[in-house]
């Protein structure tokens, strides 16, 4: 039951979990993530003093590959050192990394939403296309974290939005053309998580110089995104990790797994309710936690 693993996004978060429950199940990976041994070797310093994990890693269990998904280069790469490999055939490809670049659409530059396509939706198809010969051989799976985003929208969630809902449309497309080579394929979409997501997304956000006109919207939603009250229904990675582990093992995969009360209670709205109604609710809602006073200033002020 032993299984060859390639997930990206190691570094942390969702990625990391998963990394150290496939090692304790003795699986071998590869483990992408951007400044590849060193990184690795640093970003797992305490779990490195761990005998187990410690061995797992020194028998070559874990090989960490560099991977930088907004560079086709280090993705080809990559997917060299994956067939040169002593493993055993690749059976499982986990589409991981990613960010989100969470700011008002027109503060952010052509080059930023190009990036955040590249990592969030083109690495991801790269890296499928490579790894479809290889797969193909095993039968294998390929699992994809998406984001509740990815079926639905908010204020300041454009460019993100974009990238995973594309994400979306093209796994569900393989979904039903991998049927018959019997790949399985299947998308994760998470609510909130607590992970580093946020401070890494907010970490590769530069702005462009309409943030002015953004600056009070932007500085509340910060305020919500960290405050204790958002973090206090964030879910714990670890359920990610269970779904990943059993999709792994399970014969028959759905397409989508949502995970979390809030992508549910999200997507119902979204299936539920007359589109006017849902997106009054959103703008309320954004109105109330995030626009409510700069509202207030521009009603003021054409007075
Ligand atoms: N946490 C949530 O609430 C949430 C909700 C829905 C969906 N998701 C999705 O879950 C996935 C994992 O995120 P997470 O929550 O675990 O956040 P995280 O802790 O920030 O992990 C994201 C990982 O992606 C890597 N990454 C970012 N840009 C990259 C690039 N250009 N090339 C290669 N790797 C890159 C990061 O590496 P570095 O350390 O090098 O930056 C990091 O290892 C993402 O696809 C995210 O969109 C998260």
Redesign the pocket.
């Known amino acids: 039951m032993k299984k060859t693993i390639f997930i990206?996004?190691?570094?942390?978060?969702?990625?990391?979990?998963t990394l150290i429950e496939l090692a304790k199940q003795d699986h071998f990976i590869f483990a992408?993530?951007?400044?590849g041994k060193d990184?690795f070797e640093n970003?797992y310093s305490q779990e490195l003093s761990n005998e187990l994990f410690k061995s797992k890693y020194k028998e070559g269990k874990i090989i960490p590959i560099d991977?930088?998904?907004?560079?086709q280069q280090?993705i080809k790469n990559a997917i060299l050192q994956i067939s040169d490999s002593n493993f055993p055939p690749l059976e499982v490809l986990i589409?991981?990394?990613?960010?989100?670049s969470l700011r008002p659409v027109e503060c952010q530059s052509f080059e930023l939403i190009k990036?955040q396509t590249?990592?969030?939706f083109l690495?991801p198809f790269q890296l499928i296309y490579e790894c479809l010969p290889l797969l193909r051989k095993t039968h294998g799976k390929i699992i994809n974290?998406?984001?509740?985003?990815?079926l639905t929208t908010f204020p300041f969630y454009g460019p993100?939005s974009a990238s995973?809902h594309a994400l979306d449309a093209m796994t569900e497309s393989l979904f039903y053309e991998l049927k018959k080579f019997n790949i399985s394929v299947s998308l994760?979409?998470?609510?909130?998580?607590?992970?580093?997501?946020?401070?890494?997304?907010m970490?590769?956000t530069q702005m462009t110089d309409r943030l002015s006109l953004y600056e009070s919207e932007i500085s509340k939603f910060d305020e919500m995104l960290e405050s204790k009250k958002t973090h206090f229904f964030?879910?714990k990675?670890e359920k990610?990790t269970n779904l990943i582990i059993k999709i792994i093992y399970k014969k028959n995969t759905k397409l989508r797994y949502l995970v979390?009360i809030d992508?549910w209670c999200l997507y119902c709205l979204k299936k539920v309710l007359p589109d006017s109604l849902r997106t009054w609710g959103v703008y309320h809602f954004f109105q109330k936690m995030v626009f409510r006073n700069s509202l207030h200033h521009t009603k003021s002020s054409r007075i």
Request: proline letters at 3%; charged letters at 15%; aromatic letters at 8%.
């Open positions: 990206t996004g190691v570094s942390s978060g969702f990625g990391k979990a992408g993530l951007r400044g990184r970003c991977l930088h998904l907004e560079d280090s589409n991981n990394a990613g960010y989100g990036n590249q990592v969030n690495g974290i998406s984001s509740i985003a990815g993100y995973k994760i979409e998470p609510g909130g998580f607590a992970t580093e997501f946020v401070k890494k997304s970490d590769n964030l879910g990675p990610i979390g992508a």
